[in-house]
């Protein structure tokens, strides 16, 4: 248990009401904006408590920090790392944010935070970054219900803000933390929202070619029929979309080609997987090669 001067961890009022205008925002926005407006106005203290910098380096730690490529880890074997990190002549390493600065009442303050954020965006980040650093910052286990929060609340980013350019990224973190915590309703979920990007999205062609890869790489997740059928049919409108085209760029053709040449073949259809690389070798056959790929060939 904290005492009464550790569990005073806070941010002064001002940067209270900034961080208060991100989260009653309707835009959204990336996670780590917040964090910056309040380091800028934090400058402008004259004397800030060691509770208000606690609380800012707080902050700055749950909501700038990385989500690394794909499933990597950082040195501390968390998911999250710094975004700058050095390795001294001697072989000492600096990394900022450093968890290592996070203690008990830290995490308590975060922990606060994430009950009191409305906004997904701030809800999702902050309970996600708990999950994930908590045992190595604290020596304590978090709360399961973290992770419900943060996968929830980035399927109700991808439903608010499907064209982001985080979007994906968020769906495919709410995806692997249902499936590391085998939840199966919420990974149900968090495919029907993926797969529902493809009706309101400006890009279906690029995030159907994505959402192929990421849901057919990833163990443990098995498509129903109506979703594999959507995703399929979402490529097979980008081939046809590039093919028959009037200036078709034949080479561009391949990537829903092959996609869709090895699902077939996967599914026992031979002669739709040939079709489809037929039509992708039609388009290159007829597409007019810039002159330095002739050269180079």
């Given at each position: 248990?904290?005492?009464?001067?550790?569990?005073?961890?806070?941010?002064?009022?001002?940067?209270?009401?900034?961080?208060?205008?991100?989260?009653?925002?309707?835009?959204?926005?990336?996670?780590?904006?917040?964090?910056?407006?309040?380091?800028?106005?934090?400058?402008?203290?004259?004397?800030?408590?060691?509770?208000?910098?606690?609380?800012?380096?707080?902050?700055?730690?749950?909501?700038?920090?990385?989500?690394?490529?794909?499933?990597?880890?950082?040195?501390?074997?968390?998911?999250?790392?710094?975004?700058?990190?050095?390795?001294?002549?001697?072989?000492?390493?600096?990394?900022?944010?450093?968890?290592?600065?996070?203690?008990?009442?830290?995490?308590?303050?975060?922990?606060?935070r994430a009950s009191e954020a409305t906004h997904p965006v701030l809800r999702a980040r902050y309970a996600d970054f708990l999950w994930d650093i908590t045992k190595i910052a604290t020596g304590?286990?978090?709360?399961?219900?973290?992770?419900?929060?943060?996968?929830?609340?980035?399927?109700?980013?991808?439903?608010?803000?499907?064209?982001?350019?985080?979007?994906?990224?968020?769906?495919?973190?709410?995806?692997?933390?249902?499936?590391?915590?085998?939840?199966?309703?919420?990974?149900?979920?968090?495919?029907?929202?993926?797969?529902?990007?493809?009706?309101?999205?400006?890009?279906?062609?690029?995030?159907?070619?994505?959402?192929?890869?990421?849901?057919?790489?990833?163990?443990?997740?098995?498509?129903?029929?109506?979703?594999?059928?959507?995703?399929?049919?979402?490529?097979?409108?980008?081939?046809?979309?590039?093919?028959?085209?009037?200036?078709?760029?034949?080479?561009?053709?391949?990537?829903?080609?092959?996609?869709?040449?090895?699902?077939?073949?996967?599914?026992?259809?031979?002669?739709?997987?040939?079709?489809?690389?037929?039509?992708?070798?039609?388009?290159?056959?007829?597409?007019?090669?810039?002159?330095?790929?002739?050269?180079?060939?």
């Amino acid at each position: 248990m904290s005492d009464s001067n550790e569990e005073a961890i806070s941010l002064p009022s001002e940067l209270i009401e900034t961080l208060a205008k991100h989260d009653s925002s309707p835009d959204d926005f990336d996670e780590a904006e917040p964090s910056f407006a309040i380091e800028r106005q934090a400058k402008a203290f004259e004397a800030l408590t060691d509770n208000h910098r606690r609380a800012i380096y707080a902050e700055v730690a749950a909501l700038q920090m990385d989500l690394l490529h794909g499933q990597g880890q950082s040195h501390w074997g968390t998911r999250f790392g710094p975004i700058v990190e050095n390795i001294m002549e001697d072989g000492t390493r600096h990394s900022f944010p450093d968890i290592t600065g996070l203690d008990e009442p830290t995490i308590e303050y975060l922990g606060r935070r994430a009950s009191e954020a409305t906004h997904p965006v701030l809800r999702a980040r902050y309970a996600d970054f708990l999950w994930d650093i908590t045992k190595i910052a604290t020596g304590n286990w978090p709360s399961i219900e973290l992770a419900r929060q943060a996968i929830d609340s980035y399927i109700e980013c991808g439903i608010r803000y499907p064209n982001s350019d985080q979007t994906l990224e968020r769906l495919t973190r709410a995806l692997e933390l249902a499936l590391s915590v085998r939840d199966d309703t919420r990974a149900s979920k968090v495919v029907d929202t993926m797969l529902g990007i493809l009706d309101q999205t400006e890009f279906p062609g690029s995030d159907a070619l994505w959402l192929f890869d990421t849901l057919t790489e990833q163990r443990g997740v098995t498509l129903c029929n109506e979703q594999e059928d959507k995703l399929i049919d979402a490529l097979e409108a980008e081939l046809a979309r590039i093919c028959d085209s009037e200036n078709a760029v034949g080479i561009v053709a391949k990537d829903p080609a092959i996609r869709l040449a090895r699902h077939y073949e996967r599914d026992g259809k031979p002669q739709e997987a040939k079709r489809v690389i037929r039509t992708y070798g039609n388009a290159l056959a007829d597409w007019p090669a810039p002159h330095f790929l002739i050269q180079m060939v």
